[in-house]
């Protein structure tokens, strides 16, 4: 990667991973086949009312001999190697056509990738879906990092323009650890900024962290921004969140991601409330 002129040290300790990344890579090849992909669904609510809103989708590998492997294990492997494309499209299609099941009030999130938006006519992609299950576009919600540069020059930039025009939603996450977030709120077509879990960890117990999220909440105010906070654990930050006017939330504090054969149930349970 350094060049032809470069000296470089190699030393077992990267001969392991470079194997180890090469093996979970063919092995990721044939598990799309194999459909050893699943998804679990993670709630999302209203703050206020408590009413389910929507669910995140977010991916996991039930692999034969290892059981079922987070995505941190194989996200960043599927990026490098491009698998992230055909996986992203099984993701897409895979919870849209789950969420047409759900009542009609309820969307789905799902996280798009920027390799997905750079390498592939994504939005195709989007418009074929949503086609194909008849979800309506406004059930559907793209969460994108800020982990790409997107100026209204780049391909990130037309494709969030692109599912704007179509009614989809567009949310920002992990809001506030990136490195341009401020630019994004002033350029982006977004609907919804979520706040890093990083902010909500630390929300009950550190004052500076407190200010930023009140902070973060008034500009999204300011800005028409709907707000979630992701991470929420305990019922201190939750209280303090409400306080804070974030709009909407999910985590452990609620329910954990959770498989697709206990939803029908969640969403009964909630509906009586
Ligand atoms: P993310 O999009 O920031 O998702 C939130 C992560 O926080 C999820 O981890 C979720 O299970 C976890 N989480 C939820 N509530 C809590 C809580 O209360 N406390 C704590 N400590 N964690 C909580 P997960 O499922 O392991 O996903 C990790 C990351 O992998 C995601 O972060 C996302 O960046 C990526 N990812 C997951 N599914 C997909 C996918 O379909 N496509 C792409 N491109 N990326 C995905
Ligand atoms: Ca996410
Ligand atoms: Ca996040
Ligand atoms: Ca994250």
């Not at 993701?91 to 969307?107: G, I």
Request: charged share 25%.
């Amino acid at each position: 990667e350094a060049g032809r002129d470069a000296i470089c040290f190699f030393d077992p300790a990267m001969e392991e991973t470079a194997n180890h990344k090469s093996q979970v890579l063919s092995e990721m090849r044939k598990s799309i086949s194999d459909n050893e992909f699943v998804l679990h669904y993670q709630p999302q609510l209203d703050l206020i009312t408590g009413k389910l809103i929507g669910f995140e989708a977010l991916v996991r590998w039930q692999h034969p001999k290892r059981g079922l492997i987070t995505p941190i294990h194989f996200i960043s492997i599927a990026e490098e190697s491009g698998l992230i494309i055909p996986l992203g499209i099984w993701v897409l299609e895979q919870a849209c056509f789950e969420a047409k099941k759900w009542p009609s009030d309820l969307y789905v999130a799902v996280n798009v990738s920027y390799i997905q938006i750079e390498r592939t006519d994504f939005l195709a992609e989007v418009k074929s879906v949503l086609h194909n299950t008849q979800l309506p576009p406004h059930r559907l919600e793209i969460e994108i990092t800020e982990s790409v540069l997107m100026t209204d020059q780049t391909p990130a930039f037309q494709f969030l323009m692109g599912l704007k025009e179509m009614g989809v939603k567009i949310a920002l996450d992990d809001f506030g650890t990136g490195f341009s977030s401020l630019s994004y709120l002033q350029n982006l077509p977004l609907d919804k900024i979520k706040i890093d879990q990083s902010f909500i960890n630390l929300s009950d117990t550190d004052d500076k962290t407190c200010a930023i999220i009140r902070s973060i909440t008034q500009l999204a105010d300011a800005l028409e921004l709907e707000t979630i906070a992701e991470g929420i654990e305990r019922e201190g930050q939750y209280k303090l969140l409400s306080d804070l006017g974030v709009k909407s939330g999910q985590g452990y504090l609620y329910a954990r991601p959770m498989q697709v054969d206990d939803l029908p149930f969640f969403i009964e349970s909630k509906r009586k409330l």
